[in-house]
Every structure is written in structure tokens, then in C-alpha cells.
């Protein structure tokens, strides 16, 4: 069994930090940008729907952010580990609340994260792994507000500019930087789910691209048609929207899933899993992922084919001319590249390809053990007690790279800690 050997802050680690707050502020201010033209131009509804999805991103990402912030002061020895590391947080219970009200909490995580990397990479000083604790939560609210805001308000921005046949400036800004927004959030994801493999220098870039475009051709067709359906047919949206994510929401319950540490937060991720299934595919509890994810992909298939058919039997001829049955034909296809690219991914790029498997030497010679395996860790340990796994990312990796998962937890591993996987 392999022992941990934790992931070290790199400058890659910071540059992926620094272009994080980044990409969050400039979304930020295209969202304000695009919301000032709406109104302006008396697009009330419009400027409603957007703010709305502005408002909701948020105050989700926020509350993640302060489950999260609760959940580690009760991990035994986190405040002593992690004491004068953040530049808001520590033991300042009564600010985090405050900032996380005033919607800051996400941002000034942002800040915390590059201040601790600079301080890890740049004068060389410890705490490395609290560094590469805080990017893992990062990429996991970046992962949240993606689906929240920018895949929905994408699929708006395209809803938009179909049915005023138009399409302005600011409509490009608003999809360009909700599309970056994705993309980055696909990449920087990847990067931390590769981050709890042993051998991770194994697998290359070539892997995150592979994954990227398998995502960027399953989301893309998906808003798409969604869009196109709301062009026709408008006043249906929101039951379509609300019905699927009810069935998402209780097949997630159905899951079992156990991410969080209190029932209220488990429901919340629950109904958070479900929205980002409305767009993408998650995998959220272990075993019998493959058939999940089969029976995911055949129900999105068949709601995508009923989206374009009614789309195309609603549309304005005249109006819709010119790229309608060039949509009709191209979507399809383009999902189905995203299929081929996912299976390509698990043909030629998944660590159970390059990694043999490492057995218990306490399991039976005849019993079938994990694909790969990941690091061991117990915060009860005591020549672990000063480092730090992020177990909710942990527990994501465990879920992505196997079958039957693949973090191997020490039986003194309990409460709040065993809770996340």
C-alpha cells in the first residue's frame, strides 16, 4: 500500500491561481457590462433573467464556500495547522461571515490562495500543502459557479441573439467570456482530479486536452439545443428545466451521495449536482459508473433530440433559414464526436492504462483490487499530522479514476473526514 506522498506547490500551482481570480474578475465585469447594456436598452426581462442567474451563482458559491470553512475549523488540528496562513479567514469567524454576506467569501479565497502559493513558491517558505488545499477548493467552486452562471447564462446570450436575429457586441463579450469560463474550469479541474494520482507527471497535457474538448463537444450541443428550443418555444423553459432537474436532484439522493458534512449541505450539493447534470455529466458516488453514465448520456440524447425536433417544427422558417438545417444536422454530430473523444479518453488516457494496480498485502491472492491507486492519508496519523488532503477533491478523483474507488482510507480515519468521500 502506497503511502502519501503529497503534491508540492509549483509556479504552475500560482499561475493557475493568478489566472483564476483573473478569469473571475473579467467574467465578473462582463456580467455587469452585459447587464448595464440590457437594461439601458430596456431588455427588462432580459436584464432580470441575467441578474437573477448572477445572483443565484453566487449566493450558491458563497454558501459551498462557508459549509466548507465550518466543516474544516472542527478537523482535528486544521486551525493549528493553518494559523496565520490565510490573509481573511483563521479563527475570524464573525468577518468570513460578514464577507461571505456581502458575496467577497469566493474572491477572498482567491486572494488567500495566491497570497499562501507566493509565500510557498516565491520565498520558499512551508506550507506547501495548505497552498494545494485552498487551489482544490478553488477548482471545485470554480466547477459550481461554471454551471450556475456561465453555462446558463451562455445558453441565455444564444437564446437572445437567435430571437432578435441580432447580435451586438456585447452579446459576443458576454459569450466569449462565459465559453472561457468553461474551458477553464474543464482544464483546471482535470488538473486537480490528476493532482491525487501517485504518478501524476504521467499524464501529460495531452490527457487535459483530450478531456477538454470530450466536455466542449458534450456542453457545447447541449445549450445549444436549449437555446433553440427556448427560441420557439419560451414559455415551456422553465417547466423543462424545472422538471429534469427535479429528476437529477432525487436521482442524486437516490445515489446516496455524501459529500458534505450536514444533512442541509448534502441537500444543497444534491440540487447543485443536479442543475450542473441539466448540462454535463458528474459522476457523484462510486460503483457502476459506467452504466450511470450510460443511462445519462441515453436520457440527454433522447431530451436532445426531442429539444431540436420541436425546435424545428416551431421556428420561424424565414427568420431561421439561413442556419437551421445546418444546426439540425451539425449538433448531433458534434455530440457524437464528444461521446467518441470521452470513450477515446478512457481507451487511451485513464491512469488504470499506465498504473498497475497495487494490492493490499492484507487482501486475498483471488480478490480483484482497485485500478489505481491513490495516496493513504489519516489526519490521526502522527507522522502526517502537519500535512493536509483536501478530501472533498479527493473524493471526486476517487469517483473520476475508478470503479470501485481508490483511496484507501486507515481505519482510523472517522467523523467529519470519512464523511467527504
Not at 23 to 35: E, K
Not at 300 to 321: A, K, M, N, S
Not at 382 to 390: A, I
Request: charged share 15%; net charge positive.
Amino acid at each position: 500500500m502506497e503511502r502519501a506522498t503529497f503534491s508540492k506547490y509549483s509556479w504552475i500551482d500560482f499561475a493557475f491561481s493568478v489566472v483564476g481570480v483573473c478569469t473571475f474578475l473579467v467574467d465578473w465585469g462582463s456580467d455587469v457590462w452585459v447587464a448595464t447594456e440590457l437594461y439601458f436598452r430596456g431588455d427588462v426581462v432580459w436584464f432580470g433573467a441575467l441578474v437573477g442567474l448572477m445572483v443565484l451563482s453566487s449566493v450558491v458559491v458563497q454558501t459551498f464556500s462557508w459549509f466548507w470553512f465550518k466543516y474544516d475549523r472542527e478537523l482535528q488540528g486544521f486551525r493549528n495547522q493553518t494559523v496565520g496562513a490565510s490573509v481573511f479567514f483563521g479563527d475570524r469567524v464573525t468577518l468570513f461571515c460578514v464577507l461571505h454576506v456581502l458575496q467577497l467569501g469566493f474572491l477572498c479565497r482567491h486572494i488567500s490562495a495566491i497570497r499562501q502559493g507566493f509565500r510557498v513558491w516565491w520565498r520558499k517558505e512551508e506550507g506547501s500543502e495548505y497552498a494545494v488545499y485552498l487551489t482544490h477548493d478553488l477548482s471545485m467552486l470554480r466547477l459550481i459557479e461554471t454551471f450556475c452562471e456561465s453555462a446558463p447564462q451562455l445558453t441565455l446570450m444564444i437564446y437572445v441573439m437567435l430571437h432578435t436575429n441580432k447580435a451586438r457586441t456585447v452579446q459576443f463579450v458576454s459569450i466569449a467570456a462565459s465559453t472561457t469560463s468553461i474551458a477553464w474550469m474543464v482544464v483546471d479541474y482535470h488538473r486537480s482530479l490528476r493532482s491525487f494520482l501517485p504518478d501524476k507527471a504521467k499524464q501529460g497535457w495531452c490527457s487535459s486536452l483530450i478531456y477538454f474538448l470530450w466536455n466542449l463537444l458534450l456542453i457545447a450541443p447541449r445549450v445549444a439545443a436549449l437555446a433553440l428550443f427556448a427560441s420557439a418555444l419560451s414559455g415551456y423553459m422553465a417547466a423543462h428545466f424545472l422538471m429534469l432537474w427535479s429528476v437529477f436532484a432525487l436521482w442524486a439522493w437516490r445515489q446516496g451521495t455524501n459529500f458534505m458534512d450536514s444533512v442541509g449541505g448534502e441537500w444543497l450539493y444534491r440540487a447543485t449536482v443536479g442543475l450542473i447534470w441539466y448540462f454535463s455529466w458528474f459522476n457523484v458516488a462510486e460503483g457502476q459508473t459506467r452504466n450511470r453514465s450510460v443511462i445519462y448520456h441515453s436520457f440527454i440524447t433522447t431530451d436532445g433530440v426531442i429539444l431540436l425536433t420541436t425546435w424545428w417544427c416551431y421556428r420561424d422558417p424565414v427568420q431561421t433559414e439561413s442556419y437551421a438545417l445546418a444546426l439540425l444536422i451539425a449538433l448531433p454530430l458534434i455530440y457524437l464526436l464528444g461521446l467518441l473523444f470521452k470513450a477515446l479518453y478512457y481507451c487511451c488516457f485513464h491512469p488504470k492504462l499506465w498504473r498497475p494496480p497495487v494490492r493490499d498485502p492484507g487482501l486475498p491472492v483471488d480478490q480483484p483490487d482497485a485500478d489505481v491507486s491513490f495516496r493513504v492519508f489519516s489526519i490521526q496519523d502522527g507522522d502526517l499530522s502537519s500535512q493536509l488532503l483536501n478530501r472533498r477533491m479527493a473524493g471526486h478523483a476517487t469517483r473520476f479514476y475508478s470503479k470501485k474507488g481508490f483511496i484507501r482510507n486507515s481505519d482510523t480515519t472517522n467523523g467529519a473526514e470519512s464523511s467527504r468521500l
